[in-house]
């Protein structure tokens, strides 16, 4: 008896013009695959226009697994893994969820077929080299935030009493420079505090001298707080 096997399709919003993955492309490559392999292929079910970095909102992919749940198909096949996801966390749980033992995932392009050993020998490597790949370039991206917050880099959004410009520095970064009407706040702050002044208290400071916020909301205790805890970082240099 021939293996019962959903189709599953996918694109997003940017490869929609690409014909090597449009979704015409990816029906008539599973149609091929399951004639060549004695496949049933039961029905194909689409997600258009949606990202793979995530399962939330992909309802073609939850018919697609509600299948199997029902008892109507025996796996799923997929031109390309990444057409079923692209998130290292997500395919681990389907795998756990769905390909482990009971039901069987094919890609065609990756040659995988799970009812066999092999197939899911190359599930687990791919599986364990994108999770290498996921790890290296968080730690890259961990190492190289961490050196230009040494070198006194601004990182994420400027805080009070600092602004960035429109131009960039010699590296490509825009130009941070002091805002003298939030850095009189920040120094007021600082002065107040010195004094001995509550959180509360200088907000309340703050508010009657009506010292701008960053976002212009109302000066309260917590806003005051974070002030104080998050230094300025050195200014970069202006452009040659």
Known sequence: MATRVIGYVRVSSKEQADEGVSLAAQRAKLRAYATAMDLDLVGIEEDAGLSAKTLAGRVGLERALAQLDAGAADGILV??????????????????????????????????????????????????????????TAERTRDALAHLKAEGVLIG??????????????EGRRVVVEDPSEMAAVMRIRELRTAG?????IARVLRSEQHPTKRGGSW??????????????RLAPAPA
Do not use: C, M
């Open 197 to 201: 002044r509550s959180l509360r208290e």
């Open 220 to 233: 309260v205790a917590a806003t005051v707080g974070r002030v104080l805890a998050r230094g300025h970082a």
């Open 157 to 170: 959004g400027a805080p009070l009493g600092l602004r960035r410009t429109g131009e960039v520095d010699r």
């Open 79 to 136: 031109a390309k893994l990444d057409r079923l996801t692209r998130s290292v966390r997500d395919l681990g749980d389907l795998v756990e969820r769905y390909f482990a033992s009971r039901w069987s995932l094919l890609s065609v392009s990756d040659s995988i077929d799970t009812r066999t050993a092999a197939g899911r020998l190359v599930l687990n490597v791919l599986t364990s080299v994108a999770q290498w790949e996921r790890e290296a």
